[in-house]
């Protein structure tokens, strides 16, 4: 084998002379001095004789480190002669006076000590408030990627898996959890009464980013699933603080019902007595899959059917799938190594949706995911800064980083083409071939394509590797001379529009679906152009029902068809809603482009004025969203027809649904009267304002009828928009604010209240709304999310934030130096809302002195999504302002 070249990046991995096979960890964490101390027995295989011991530690005091080995009839015990640490490669290296032998056994008994730090990473402190109003902590675990090292020293890397033994000592009014089921739970003395020693089973192989524990006051309800295709009932639970564990309840029914369905489609019987969910306070990420023991951010597990939004019932139960996929997918069968992340998340995401679809029909949640999660992977992907599904990872530093948009909607994107391609069953047996051969172990992409191709006769991997492992998507251009024929042309698709020869070397798969009134042709395009002849003279449309990874640019005398089609009754052609979510999407990103005109999708907007599907509106919603946003720097007159358009086709929508909810409503028109009252209201249609206003006094005078909780957040975001002047929206911004602290109310409610405050057009309250984010009793560090995104999304607020952001930049890093997916989200939205150039040459000069390497990625894609949006008004404006001057009076 060739070594590689000094250019050639090197996984930082650790040395092969030993591997652990079994842990036995003992760990006791005080809640109020935040220091746990720890031992882990860890059996080792001897592989290369060693007189040293590498392996993963950070913030941990390692006080002792024995090596008891056996050889033959011989034992010997041993204590390490030196420890050191490599802080920056978070290792630590135990030497020992005496060589062990290859091919032999030993227990490395190490004792140890950290602390329950408060950056939502490793073994970590979250806190609460009680009854009394007094703050408590509980500590609970986030390994994913590379922090189980921060709670006991350990060989930290996926394909390192072993069995745990587990021992918590805490506290005996207090719950503790791990991810197996308790064998026992005895007093504890060693350090006073009430104290208790919970012992839990043995797990099965496993990575350690999905050990986890918990240790706090929690309450719990329970359910079993029915056994049917796990051989037995599995004992589900939703832990919660005390007084809201019944808001779980949503989240055990799906739980029960997902269980059972993934054991079925994947022809293995969910491998743990029990799985528990539980809600914490403090939480980085959405949820994490630990094998049996699911972390959740309280607003992605707790749902209340009376007072929680509708928005927040659907991506309940999709988180909850998700995180249950990868009980088989992730846990069962894990990545080899991080470049194959997307095996996780991209699988997690199709089969997650594949599970809420099962579950509730009626929620139509693959046009759903044609509606928002493609255009997250679409719209990320036409980036130059963007990267391939498989990403090379060699400094787990880098990992962060890749848990985005393609690692996820790509991945899941690109899995449901193929599905869709080569038949969902057909697929599925060959997932139920890859998890079977490679359960309890570690698997790549190859793998997974090996058994795809035995299963369906057909090599996958041939067509999906330009999928995965190049980076970007193509433009498809149709040309049409002849009726009965049309010829299509790929190139790679960017936003920028200025595509360059070399960066179109990618001759991509992709199958056509070519929609016509008869039937749909499965055609696939496997060269830059081809020709397609039609069996007559017809229109047709690619891309049918929207199941490939592409965009489609037509001629403009066949988006005029399109249009014509979409006037009819039932929508001719496009009566498939995916197919006219599909043909916006694509309109409304090549007028980012270029490669259509804004005019064009400003056109083929006004067609939809008779739609009534929610996911269509929601599809122009977007686009119109996006181009009034990026449009805030032009002229008034402009931007107010551009609102009136939008006004125009919302307001009637939002009349003839009305502000009340009947029981006979199903969600999609729930859902369909939310955004149809926000867009008319935002678009300044009066009688939706003064309803809103209305509306909103008479809840916060104590009516809370008046308000229905599906509506609260439209509401709070049109009646500060359209405050008559400072001291009014003042009033209200204040009324909002104290909505964000009621307790009472569910915790997707106050966040509900608090990104709404970011709308403010007020200076004062700007400031206000930003001091507020760096006060940790006003907004829990992992909600300032919220506040980051809020602000990007508001005009009026991003100069300010922009200061804000570079005057404080040295104390917001160090405030999320630890949760470096936060701060990445705050350089995102500080800078990708801006479309003047000066300004973002402004904004790449200042970080041009700074170390960016933690946030290299979305700071390279929010600065480049910057330039695009600039360009496109640059190019755009003038024929923006020629479209408003053809419609003058009609959208007034």
């Known amino acids: ?59 941990i005091k390692i006080h002792s480190a024995t090596l008891a080995s056996s050889h033959l009839k011989t034992e010997s015990t041993q204590t390490a002669t030196e420890i050191t640490y490599d802080e920056k490669r978070d290792l630590a290296t135990l030497t020992f006076q005496e060589s062990v032998k290859a091919n032999t056994t030993a227990v490395l008994d190490i004792v140890f000590e950290g602390v329950l730090n408060d950056q939502m990473a490793g073994f970590y402190r979250s806190s609460y408030k009680d009854d009394n109003g007094e703050v408590q902590y509980l500590a609970t675990t986030q390994f994913e990627a590379t922090d189980a090292r921060r709670a006991f020293p350990c060989w930290d890397e996926p394909s390192l898996k072993a069995t745990f033994d587990v021992t918590l000592i805490v506290p005996d009014h207090l719950t503790a959890l791990s991810n197996m089921n308790v064998l026992s739970e005895k007093p504890y003395h060693e350090v006073g009464k009430g104290t208790e020693e919970v012992k839990y089973a043995t797990t099965p192989l496993m990575s350690t980013y999905l050990l986890a524990f918990v240790v706090g006051p929690f309450e719990y309800i329970e359910a079993f699933t029915s056994g049917e295709h796990n051989g037995q009932p599995i004992r589900s639970r939703v832990y919660a603080l005390p007084g809201s564990v019944e808001q779980g309840r949503h989240a055990l029914n799906v739980c029960v019902l997902a269980l059972e369905y993934f054991a079925k489609v994947f022809g293995e019987a969910y491998p743990l007595p029990k799985v528990d969910m539980v809600a914490i306070p403090d939480f980085e990420a959405g949820a994490m899959e630990n094998w049996g023991l699911i972390t959740y951010r309280t607003v992605a597990l707790l749902y209340d059917e009376k007072s929680s939004s509708i928005v927040f019932k659907k991506s309940t139960a999709y988180t909850v799938c998700h995180e249950l996929a990868h009980q088989w997918f992730g846990n069962l069968v894990t990545m080899e190594w991080w470049d194959h992340l997307w095996l996780n998340e991209g699988f997690a995401t199709w089969v997650g949706w594949l599970a809420v679809d099962n579950i509730f029909p009626d929620w139509d949640v693959w046009t759903s995911f044609v509606n928002e999660d493609m255009p997250r992977a679409l719209n990320l992907d036409a980036l130059r800064s963007s990267h391939p599904i498989e990403v090379a990872v060699n400094d787990p530093a880098e990992i962060h980083q890749i848990f985005d948009a393609i690692s996820y909607y790509k991945g899941a994107s690109v899995i449901r083409m193929l599905s869709s391609w080569l038949g969902v069953e057909t697929f599925l047996a060959g997932v139920r071939r890859y998890l079977h051969r490679h359960k309890l172990s570690n698997a790549s992409t190859n793998d997974l394509w090996t058994a795809l191709s035995e299963e369906a006769g057909v090599d996958v991997s041939n067509f999906m590797t330009l999928w995965t492992k190049r980076v970007g998507y193509p433009v498809l251009k149709v040309h049409q001379d002849d009726p009965s024929s049309f010829q299509v042309t790929q190139t790679r698709y960017l936003s920028t529009g200025d595509l360059k020869e070399e960066e179109d070397e990618t001759v991509w798969w992709a199958p056509l679906g070519v929609l016509t009134p008869e ?67 694509d309109s409304g990103n090549l007028c980012v482009s270029g490669e259509q005109t804004t005019a064009a999708f400003l056109e083929l907007a006004e067609a939809f004025e008779n739609e009534t599907d929610y996911f269509v509106w929601s599809q122009l919603s977007t686009h119109l969203g996006n181009i009034l946003s990026t449009w805030y720097g032009q002229p008034p007159a402009i931007r107010d027809a551009i609102k009136g358009l939008r006004r125009s086709l919302f307001a009637p929508v939002a009349h003839r649904l009305g502000w009340e909810f009947a029981a006979t409503d199903d969600y999609l028109t729930n859902i369909l009267r939310v955004l149809a009252i926000s867009n008319a209201g935002l678009s300044k249609d009066a009688a939706t304002i003064d309803e809103a206003k209305r509306r909103f006094w008479l809840c916060a005078g104590g009516d809370t009828e008046a308000l229905h909780p599906n509506l609260r957040g439209p509401v709070y975001n049109i009646v500060l928009r359209a405050a008559k002047d400072e001291e009014e929206e003042i009033r209200l911004w204040d009324e909002i604010h104290k909505i964000y602290h009621d307790q009472t109310i569910p915790t997707d409610q106050r966040l509900i209240a608090l990104s709404a405050l970011g709308g403010a057009k007020s200076p004062t309250l700007i400031d206000r709304y930003l001091q ?62 801006f479309t003047c150039l000066d300004k973002i040459a402004e904004i790449e000069a200042f970080f041009a002195e700074k170390d960016t390497r933690e946030y290299a990625r979305p700071l390279q894609q929010a600065i480049e999504g910057a330039k695009v949006n600039g360009k496109w008004v640059q190019r755009d404006h003038e024929s923006v302002a020629a479209w408003v001057e053809k419609n003058s009076g009609r959208f007034a």
């Open 772 to 833: 507020m984010s760096l006060d940790e009793n006003e907004v829990r560090g992992q909600d300032s999310i919220y506040v980051f995104r809020s602000l990007s999304t508001n005009p009026e607020a991003r100069d300010l934030f922009w200061d804000f952001f570079s005057q404080n930049y040295d104390m917001l890093h160090a405030k999320f130096a630890k949760s470096l997916s936060l701060f990445g989200s705050a350089v995102r939205s500080s800078v990708s809302g």
């Open 519 to 585: 039937k749909i042709e499965s055609w696939t395009l496997t060269e830059k152009t081809q020709n397609f002849d039609l069996t007559s003279e017809t229109l047709f449309k690619l891309n049918a029902n929207q199941t490939a990874v592409y965009r489609v640019n037509y001629p403009i005398d066949i988006i005029r068809k399109f249009a014509d089609e979409i006037k009819k009754e039932n929508s001719g052609l496009l009566h498939n809603t995916s197919d006219r979510v599909g043909l916006l999407a």
């Open 1 to 59: 084998m060739c070594k590689p070249s000094a250019q050639t990046p090197v996984r930082q991995v650790l040395p092969t002379n030993v591997k652990p096979v079994h842990y036995d960890l003992s760990l006791k964490p005080n809640l109020k001095t935040f220091v746990f101390h720890g031992r882990v027995k860890v059996d080792l295989e001897i592989k290369e004789d060693s007189t040293t011991i590498v392996l993963n530690t950070h913030d």
